[in-house]
């Protein structure tokens, strides 16, 4: 795709020097991978300032700040779609409502996303200042210090109820300062309250409400405190906490909030805070939908089915501000915001403030209408690491947008290779999550193989499906990571097989990384290069070098020693003579961890008989140590195959075949030398060779693969001593039985 060309080059030239990025951290997406700026409308122009901003119909108000208001809109699965808009008619920007999590806005340009549906119940959190949609989150846990949301205080701080070891409750502003939190206790509140709830703040001021008391009696409490000062400045009872219910409300001459009695319904409390005196406006029943705010003295309040009404808290006398309206949110000025309609006005969002003479005033804000979501895409769900082998061979990646109806093309980019795997998403999997399981293939004109391990660029280009509006665009990086396969030559978890054939050719079969329904297949063969009929013996003997991939031991006719060292790309290096007088042994065989060390070590049998064990020593200089004899009598055997720990004791084994076709396992005692010898099974004088082929189906256990001119077999090892493998059928050397004269 077009975008690619250009925002990839660039990703490929900075990803050595980027750092990682997981799941949602849009604030710290590698400068290269950044979304590109769209170009921002001239601030004051006359047709902004006229123009209203457009409430979205169909939606809720969920709070309203400083800059701006939040609406909210149901998803068919029921989750929220949240949308900020600014009262400067600036673009409005679309929020995601943490999964099984909620959301919250009061008075202030702070939304505040958490873990609970249930505010009170919120403790990882993420503050989001709507002054600056482009800033970055600030995360603060509460859960780290026992705590509970209560109320937004700042961009980076909020109040928070901490319970103690002995149930008892505290009131603390915890604020987050970089990677740092702190937390300050309030002080005047009565020492067993708890079931805090907050306001908006006003003025370096917020209302809580709690409960005190025995449990059985418990009362409730009002308090406002002063956070520059940190502690109670007023306080007035209450009939109870109103905990689940309750909403707390104040101005410069009252607090108020709600309650409710049996046979009364809901009802506002109302105290002047000069003199104290409480007084009640009833509202009605309890499921009425009943919204209220404070402008001054002067109690807005209505329901679905009511006028919005006004009722002085001082004169008893009561205004009509608008025909109806579904809800009300309160703003740090003072002020309040409406949701409904008024007869000369239309739909729209109103706000009610207090004029010269502190009679509530109307004016309109914003016109209700259809309001074009913009296409972003808000969460990343891309890990860090993608650990193929602890997964089933799959990672799973998403990202949710900020609509349904678009599309999303993904793109994976090895950044070593260039090598790319591409998904198109038509749908969403859920809500607005586009996500899909990739597993770790990479499509290419031979057919699928397994993709390589290392680092990722993974993009992802969301366009709507009208085709009106912009792209949206995300770059991020993952590492592949798969479980060491000392048999894996090209780096991307899988066996290769490496085979001479009869002109000194030498290729290497890519296998594909899990077996299908019992059937190993071929990814793909490549050619290694040509000169291999030099070698009398070669033989995979792991990761001798000490680097990640694996190696080739090859002895000549002259006897002399070679070490080709894997280069990861399916490649080797030029070789290096490591060893002379091999010419003594007709049978080596390495690969496997005899000795319990973690490194691969290497057996010979000579003519006499004798089988001779060389440690593995970790240096490609001089990979093995002086040999060790072992013991006698392996005359018998015409075939040995390291083939790694698969029967479960403390080091590797090795399977000779004997002459008769019976093949023995030997299985390592840890310090080089084997135990006695176990039949295994008989008939295996049909193969030509026996390969040690490294974990074939990743569970954990290396297997065998055998080669013949009648078939070629996989064997599963199955962990079990008298019967260790289970065969498994393979397209590899299909018809191919007599082509190769070496296998390893």
Do not use: C
Not at 404 to 433: C, I, N, Q, Y
Not at 452 to 477: H, I, S
Not at 654 to 663: F, I, K, M, S, Y
């Amino acid at each position: 795709m077009q975008f690619r060309s250009t925002r990839l080059a660039l990703a490929v030239t900075a990803v050595l020097a980027a750092t990682a990025v997981g799941a949602g951290t849009l604030a710290t997406a590698p400068a290269a991978f950044a979304a590109p700026s769209a170009p921002a409308p001239a601030p004051g122009s006359a047709d902004q300032l006229a123009a209203l901003p457009v409430f979205p119909e169909g939606s809720d108000l969920a709070g309203t700040g400083t800059t701006g208001f939040l609406t909210y809109s149901f998803a068919q699965d029921g989750t929220r779609n949240l949308l900020w808009t600014p009262y400067d008619g600036g673009t409005p920007t679309p929020l995601q409502q943490p999964e099984g999590g909620g959301f919250t806005l009061a008075g202030s340009d702070v939304v505040v996303l958490g873990d609970a549906s249930w505010t009170g119940e919120m403790r990882s959190l993420t503050l989001r200042d709507m002054a600056d949609p482009s800033a970055p989150g600030v995360d603060i846990d509460l859960g780290a210090l026992n705590g509970n949301y209560v109320a937004v205080l700042s961009p980076t701080s909020v109040l928070a109820q901490v319970t103690k070891e002995d149930g008892t409750a505290e009131l603390h502003v915890v604020t987050k300062n970089g990677t740092t939190t702190t937390s300050r206790e309030i002080a005047g509140l009565p020492a067993d309250a708890t079931e805090f709830t907050g306001s908006e703040v006003r003025d370096g001021h917020v209302l809580v409400g709690y409960a005190t008391g025995p449990q059985d009696a418990r009362t409730g409490g009002r308090a406002l405190i002063d956070l520059a000062a940190g502690t109670v400045s007023e306080t007035y009872p209450s009939v109870e906490s109103g905990y689940d219910f309750t909403s707390l409300m104040f101005s410069g001459s009252h607090v108020a909030w709600v309650d409710w009695k049996s046979g009364l319904g809901l009802y506002v409390t109302s105290a002047d805070r000069a003199t104290g005196e409480q007084k009640q406006t009833v509202l009605g029943a309890r499921g009425d939908g009943w919204y209220h705010g404070l402008v001054g003295d002067w109690l807005v309040y209505g329901n679905p089915s009511t006028p919005v009404r006004a009722r002085s808290l001082v004169t008893g006398e009561t205004r009509d501000l608008a025909d109806r309206a579904a809800g009300v949110a309160a703003a740090a000025d003072g002020s309040v915001v409406l949701h409904g309609s008024r007869t000369d006005d239309g739909d729209g969002l109103f706000r009610v403030t207090a004029a010269a003479d502190g009679t509530p005033t109307v004016t309109k804000v914003a016109e209700t209408g259809p309001v074009e979501i913009p296409l972003v895409i808000d969460q990343v769900h891309v890990p860090d690491v993608a650990e193929l082998d602890r997964t089933g061979g799959e990672v799973t990646l998403g990202w949710t947008l900020s609509r349904r109806d678009a599309s999303l093309d993904v793109t994976l980019t090895h950044v070593a290779t260039g090598k790319e795997f591409t998904k198109r998403l038509t749908a969403p999997a859920s809500g607005t999550l586009f996500s899909f399981a990739w597993d770790g293939v990479i499509e290419t004109a031979a057919g699928d193989v397994d993709a390589p391990n290392g680092k990722y660029a993974v993009e992802a280009e969301a366009t709507p499906l009208d085709g009106v509006g912009e792209p949206a665009y995300q770059g991020w990086f993952t590492n592949v990571v798969r479980t060491a396969n000392p048999h894996d030559y090209n780096d991307n978890g899988s066996t290769d097989v490496l085979a001479r054939d009869a002109s000194g050719v030498l290729w290497r079969d890519d296998l594909r990384d899990r077996p299908d329904n019992s059937q190993v297949d071929v990814a793909g063969r490549t050619r290694v290069g040509a000169g291999w009929g030099a070698y009398k013996q070669i033989e995979a003997v792991g990761t001798v070098g000490g680097a990640a991939h694996g190696d080739l031991i090859a002895v000549d006719g002259s006897g002399v020693q070679w070490l080709h060292l894997g280069k990861g790309d399916g490649t080797f290096a030029p070789r290096v003579q490591v060893g002379t007088g091999w010419q003594v042994y007709n049978k080596i065989s390495g690969g496997s961890d005899l000795d319990g060390d973690n490194r691969a070590d290497l057996v010979a049998t000579d003519s006499a008989g004798y089988l001779w064990f060389y440690k593995g020593t970790g240096s490609y200089a001089k990979p093995f140590a002086p040999r060790v004899k072992v013991a006698g009598g392996w005359q018998v055997y015409n075939q040995v195959t390291a083939v790694g720990n698969i029967a479960g004791t403390a080091a590797g084994d090795l399977v000779a075949r004997d002459t008769a076709g019976v093949l023995w396992l030997h299985q390592g005692d840890g310090r080089g030398g084997f135990t006695s010898r176990v039949r295994i099974g008989g008939g295996w004088g049909v193969f030509s060779q026996l390969v040690g082929a490294g974990d074939l189906d990743n569970d954990g256990r290396p297997d065998l693969i055998a080669y013949g001119s009648g078939a070629t077999y996989a064997y599963r090892s199955t962990g079990v001593v008298n019967a260790p493998f289970s065969r498994w059928t393979t397209s590899l050397y299909a018809g191919e039985g007599t082509r190769f004269n070496s296998v390893a």
